[in-house]
């Protein structure tokens, strides 16, 4: 009976200790292929042909809206680039600018966030073609507890928030959070 009741409690512990992994699902690498889509602290740059008054950068809000003169606020939040160009265009050609010509990119990605056991966690700027081994460059290298063969990041698809395991060579997104879990041993 007592061997039974210790088989339980090791089965329930090894359960609610596995409960925590979340391997990185097909959505979650999926959002590395597609197109970089807007969002708040991105930072981008407004330029429209023969209107050096336009032309201007412009930080995404915590609303997800750019406010552009002339017409007001611009929805950018899960917006490529080109579809922000467009509506821009859109919305001048109304009374403001004839047959204007806009172009959007990308100034500054907004930053990453890396926290847990790392030498200096914090907010750092975004650099494209990141990996989690440069972030965790960036924040000092692992501290001396650090689990150093994988890391969970928590990215925002589609709305959700979702949470994954990925080793040290996968890529980082602009606002992911990626978290240094602590070794036991």
Not at 46 to 73: A, K, M, R
Not at 101 to 110: F, H, K, L
């Amino acid at each position: 009976m007592i061997i039974r009741v210790i088989l339980l409690l090791a089965v329930a512990f090894a359960i609610t200790g596995c409960s925590s992994y979340r391997p990185a699902g097909d959505a979650f690498h999926k959002s590395l292929i597609g197109p970089y889509q807007l969002d708040s602290g991105d930072r981008v740059r407004v330029i429209v042909f023969d209107q050096d008054n336009l032309n201007n950068e412009y930080t995404v809000d915590q609303s997800g809206y750019i406010s552009v003169p002339l017409i007001g606020n611009v929805v950018a939040r899960g917006r490529q680039t080109s579809e922000l160009a467009s509506e821009i265009a859109g919305r001048l050609q109304n009374g403001f600018v004839r047959d204007p010509d806009v172009s959007v990119e990308i100034a500054q990605y907004r930053p990453f966030f890396i926290m847990g056991e790392v030498t200096n966690a914090g907010q750092y700027g975004y650099v494209t073609g990141m990996t989690v081994q440069t972030a965790i460059a960036i924040a000092g290298g692992f501290t001396p507890r650090a689990k150093q063969r994988y890391v969970d990041i928590t990215r925002q698809i589609n709305g959700k928030i979702i949470t994954g395991r990925v080793g040290l060579t996968d890529p980082v997104r602009p606002g992911d959070t990626i978290y240094v879990k602590e070794r036991l041993f």
